[in-house]
């Protein structure tokens, strides 16, 4: 079992950044790939970023690749993303994934997940 906990949502401006956190439970965290998606009103979850467990090598789609940046730490059993260049269209509530398959985070149908967090991006 992984329990997953967000923060670090919150109201910027568009052009910001702010930086989300999810600290995650668990002795087998490092074992976990892990993940972001997100959710606007009205529309499904989508994919943000993803990290593997083995190289740490990360995914993104195309609407946040050189934007967003996904890393993780270990020792702190925590995995962080980091957004730049907010635009109002990031709006969304922000969930943190889990799951040994890449493939399943990618298409956001993770084991795992937190509670999420609001992201606001105002224009």
């Known amino acids: 079992q992984v329990q997953l906990v967000e923060s670090g949502g919150g109201l910027v401006q568009a052009g910001g950044s702010l930086r989300l956190s999810c600290a995650a439970s668990g002795r087998s965290f490092s074992t976990y790939a892990m993940g972001w998606s997100r959710q606007a009103p009205g529309k499904e979850r989508e994919f943000v970023a993803a990290?593997?467990?083995?190289?740490?090598?990360?995914y993104y789609p195309d609407s946040v690749k050189g934007r967003f940046t996904i890393s993780r730490d270990n020792a702190k059993n925590t995995v962080y993303l980091q957004m730049n260049s907010l635009k109002p269209e990031d709006t969304a509530v922000y969930y943190c994934?889990?799951?040994?398959?890449?493939?399943?985070?990618?298409?956001?149908?993770?084991?795992?997940w937190g509670q999420g967090t609001q992201v606001i991006v105002s224009s």
């Open positions: 994934a889990a799951d040994r398959s890449l493939y399943d985070l990618q298409r956001a149908t993770s084991d795992y």
């Open positions: 990290i593997s467990w083995i190289d740490s090598s990360t």
